[in-house]
């Protein structure tokens, strides 16, 4: 997903699944830079309405239309799971979390990736 990406991304449907990863280039040594701490994270994303469904299990996270999972027991956090839980809305807030905190969305479906600032 680039700034002349179709819309099909933006249509994305229910179920749909995208990758979270750190805007950052990758090391020199090919590892993925970290999101955050993990703590930092769940606790940002609160502030974002997306939060988990029960205190002390922060490996899945709900928001409008979305649910995030972050790896069990990794901090710091290299990557997260987006899913699209319901299309009229995920898309929207997918973006909005993205841009605000500057990460890169990819499409493990098409390779495309999007980056902050970036036109879905």
Avoid: Y
């Avoid at 987006?82 to 009229?88: A, M, R």
Wanted: charged letters at 20%; proline letters at 6%; hydrophobic letters at 40%.
């Amino acid at each position: 997903m680039t700034n002349d990406a179709d819309h099909a991304a933006g249509q994305a449907a229910a179920g749909r699944q995208f990758v979270i990863l750190s805007s950052q280039a990758t090391s020199e040594d090919g590892t993925l830079p970290a999101i955050g701490a993990r703590l930092d994270i769940v606790e940002k994303l609160a502030l974002a309405n997306t939060s988990p469904e029960c205190d002390g299990v922060e490996d899945v996270l709900f928001g409008p239309g979305i649910r995030i999972e972050l790896t069990p027991n990794q901090d710091p956090v290299n990557q997260m799971l987006v899913t699209v839980t319901e299309e009229e809305i995920g898309w929207q807030v997918i973006t909005r979390l993205i841009n605000h905190f500057q990460w890169k969305l990819l499409d493990p479906d098409t390779g495309r990736e999007m980056s902050p600032g970036a036109d879905a």
